[in-house]
């Protein structure tokens, strides 16, 4: 089974960046996309971003546009979430997901970014 291991997660302030990375390990993973999304209080898990592996090709969500940049290592089956620019309303939980080839979505355990105003 795929596992997914997120870090970076954490406290800051309005205005300030920060870095999510995601680590898939597993036997014979083929990823065909990696993601993250996020999930704040009392509300729906949102879509933040995605990245195709085979091409690197981003998909991002229209509240983080211009703000974040996913990016992936195809020879660590990692992914990162480069996170500028935090807004408080971007605080939640973050969590990695990879879809396999022919396979189920996995998630990570997710990670608590909160920002502060």
């Known amino acids: 089974q795929v596992q997914l291991q997120e870090s970076g997660g954490g406290l800051v302030q309005a205005g300030e960046s920060l870095r999510l990375s995601c680590a898939a390990s597993?036997?014979?993973?083929?990823?065909?996309?990696m993601g993250w999304f996020r999930q704040a209080p009392g509300k729906e898990r949102e879509y933040v971003a995605s990245i195709t592996w085979r091409t690197g090709s981003p998909t991002y969500a229209e509240s983080v546009k211009g703000r974040f940049t996913i990016s992936r290592d195809y020879a660590k089956n990692t992914v990162s979430l480069q996170m500028s620019n935090l807004k408080p309303e971007d605080t939640a939980i973050y969590y990695c997901?990879?879809?396999?080839?022919?396979?189920?979505?996995?998630w990570g355990q997710g990670t608590q970014v909160t920002v502060s105003s």
């Open positions: 997901a990879a879809v396999p080839y022919g396979g189920q979505k996995c």
């Open positions: 597993g036997r014979s993973v083929n990823i065909n996309s």
